[in-house]
């Protein structure tokens, strides 16, 4: 078992053009798997493909929009004619957002919820026959802020929550059909995800409020996963402040409130500075 249980192992890596998706895509390729990446932009996909191959993976790209039924389908598709079977899908690609529910347009809460929530069922309903035909592994890259909300990230927090409990049932309908379910949440690591967050006009924030360096790196959250793959673990929480917030949050979910409201009123150029308007 262990790394060699991956060698020539069929895995699809959504949103692996970047952060935690492509570290996800090297640690598969150190490991020999055959792998499909997919994300929107090709170029970037295809220097993640290069770097795969020279650490000894087999690569497919497809550019794929997993808001796109038919992307989603071409993807699976492709995966299936180029490796001939799918033991692994990985969703992990998505988007975040930053602002006031009170200030956001409604069309910024449907975009996060098409990429992070939608993409996830329209990739794992084409995956799903192979999946269980290969006993395989769906795995879906959430967040802490889908066992926690946060706050100014209403849209992120609602479409994790929403994978959690859709991965949680799928978990539990495929109860003895020797397919493995696992949601991994990591907690803040360094990425692109908060340049690329959307604003309340659904703009990109184009900056960072984090010090990115102090965070974890997606290289350890791709080991970890890979880890709780091996393990076949329902949960991989990650990161200290992840795992005390999941834990208190289920013995004492108002102290927590308090908590994380006092942590995000903090954050550089916090939104919350706004709601002070509204307080009595
Ligand atoms: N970084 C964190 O602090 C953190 C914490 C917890 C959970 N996560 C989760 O980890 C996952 C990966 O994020 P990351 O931190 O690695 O961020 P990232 O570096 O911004 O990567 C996001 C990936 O998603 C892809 N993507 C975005 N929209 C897409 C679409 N419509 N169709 C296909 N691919 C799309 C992007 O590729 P293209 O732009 O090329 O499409 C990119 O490859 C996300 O689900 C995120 O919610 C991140």
Not at 42 to 62: H, K, S, Y
Not at 147 to 161: E, I
């Amino acid at each position: 078992m262990g790394a060699q249980q991956w060698k020539n192992k069929v895995v699809v890596i959504t949103g692996a053009s970047s952060g935690i998706g492509a570290a996800l895509a090297r640690a598969f390729a150190r490991r020999g798997a055959l792998l499909t990446l997919a994300a929107r932009r090709e170029d970037a996909l295809a220097t993640v493909a290069r770097e795969c191959e020279a650490l000894g993976g087999q690569v497919r790209i497809v550019p794929t929009d997993v808001t796109r039924k038919e992307d989603c389908q071409r993807l699976i598709d492709t995966t299936v004619s180029t490796w001939g079977r799918l033991d692994v899908l990985i969703n992990n690609a998505g988007i975040s957002m930053r602002a006031l529910f009170v200030e956001t347009d409604l069309e910024v809460l449907e975009k996060v919820m098409a990429v992070n929530f939608w993409g996830t069922v329209y990739c794992t309903r084409y995956a799903i026959p192979h999946l269980l035909e290969a006993r395989g592994t769906v795995v879906g890259i959430s967040s802490i802020a889908g066992f926690k909300g946060l706050p100014a990230r209403a849209a992120y927090s609602a479409s994790k929550f929403a994978m959690n409990g859709f991965l949680e049932t799928l978990r539990i309908e495929t109860r003895r059909t020797g397919m493995h379910v696992l949601i991994c949440a990591p907690g803040f690591t360094a990425s692109n995800i908060r340049n690329t967050a959307l604003t309340a006009d659904g703009t990109p924030q184009g900056e960072t409020p984090l010090q990115e360096e102090k965070l974890m790196s997606p290289d350890e959250v791709a080991e970890h996963t890979i880890r709780g793959m091996e393990k076949r673990r329902r949960y991989v929480i990650l990161t200290l402040q992840g795992k005390l917030t999941v834990w208190l949050n289920k013995c004492f979910p108002g102290l927590m409130d308090r908590l994380v409201f006092n942590h995000m009123m903090k954050e550089k150029d916090s939104p919350l500075e706004k709601m002070k308007r509204w307080w009595p």
